[in-house]
């Protein structure tokens, strides 16, 4: 059964780093894009990043490309969001998509 699990989030101060990752199962990871989402509190869901199945071609948003780097490890099923400079404005759920299976999403708060 095909399963994607995000993990890494939690409760930052501004100005943290936070590394998000999301491990896929039940398919074969390495055929497939993926993207990285946001829904922040009271606001659509909204697109973060790309990367495809080699991880040779990437699309980072312009709102956040000076502090998120997408990433993946094939072998390893994973995919990664490398946040830098966290801001109060990052708060939210943070959704990993790989072909079509969405995670349930990892929460992030920024607060001090």
């Known amino acids: 059964q095909a399963q994607v699990v995000e993990s890494g989030g939690g409760l930052v101060q501004p100005g943290g780093s936070l590394r998000l990752s999301c491990v896929a199962s039940g398919f074969t990871f390495d055929t497939l894009g993926l993207g990285w989402y946001r829904q922040a509190p009271g606001k659509e869901r909204e697109l973060l990043a790309t990367?495809?199945?080699?991880?040779?071609?990437?699309y980072t948003s312009d709102s956040v490309r000076e502090r998120f780097t997408v990433s993946r490890d094939n072998p390893k099923s994973t995919t990664y969001l490398q946040i830098k400079d966290l801001k109060p404005e990052d708060t939210g759920v943070y959704y990993c998509r790989v072909g079509l299976e969405w995670g349930q999403g990892t929460q992030v708060t920024v607060s001090s």
């Open positions: 990367m495809n199945r080699s991880g040779g071609d990437t």
